[in-house]
């Protein structure tokens, strides 16, 4: 009698761990980080990984790497990126679910500058629930436009001249900003106010996801 009792308790134990170890996995920090060019989501991300360790992914980084190297999809991508204008979703989609799929994005990750469109957060849903990862919470870092153009042009960088930094601000606006709503409908907004100091903004960054 004894030992059967015995056997249904280490049963129940393995089950209870097992459970213990997927609510761990649920647990996984997996971000993405809005905001429009400028508002400092590099910056911040950085402070987010150093905090916690998890996996940065920068579209935008990738495709850059991709025309460095030479290779057919960065050629591709070139005029695209330097007019200021989106590379389209099945090109982006493809590129994000590759990086996701390696190991270091089972600890968590923050993406950065991915998704653009409401078609690219619908395309993440589908990765996400392919690779079993869960949902994700969503950074919006929000930045008047007045103070965003003054920073742009500020940083001088040589592919940004004044109309293309006017294009990636309009194009964020028309094409990127719905993914606010689309996400704060689904409960997942966490809002931070970036026209602060870089040591605030990562101050109520930590603050409201509890690092
Ligand atoms: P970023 O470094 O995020 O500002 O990206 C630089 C450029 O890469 C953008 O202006 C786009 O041309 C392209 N890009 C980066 N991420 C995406 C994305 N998720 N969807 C479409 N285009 C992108």
Not at 83 to 106: F, N, S
Not at 185 to 199: A, F, H, P, R, T
Request: glycine share 10%.
């Amino acid at each position: 009698m004894l030992w059967r009792i015995a056997i249904v308790l280490a049963m129940l134990l393995a089950i209870v761990s097992c459970s213990g170890e997927s609510s761990e996995n649920g647990a996984a920090l997996r971000l993405v980080i809005l905001g429009p060019p400028g508002a400092g989501k590099g910056t911040q991300v950085e402070k987010v990984q150093a905090a916690t360790g998890i996996a940065h992914i920068s579209t935008g980084a990738m495709l850059r790497a991709e025309f460095a190297r030479g290779s057919e999809l960065g050629e591709r991508v070139k005029m695209i990126m330097a007019r200021g204008d989106l590379v389209d979703d099945a090109t982006i989609l493809d590129i994000v679910a590759v990086r996701l799929a390696q190991p270091d994005c089972d600890g968590g990750f923050i993406l950065d500058g991915f998704p653009r469109t409401i078609d690219q957060a619908d395309g993440l849903d589908v990765i996400l629930a392919e690779q079993s990862k869960g949902t994700v919470a969503v950074i919006d870092l929000s930045v008047p436009d007045n103070v965003l153009m003054e920073r742009l042009l500020g940083l001088g960088r040589a592919d940004d001249t004044d109309a293309t930094i006017r294009n990636r601000i309009e194009v964020y606006r028309e094409q990127t900003a719905p993914l606010i709503s689309f996400y704060k409908e689904k409960g997942v907004l966490i809002e931070i106010n970036g026209d602060q100091s870089i040591d605030d903004v990562a101050a109520e960054i930590a603050k409201k996801l509890k690092l």
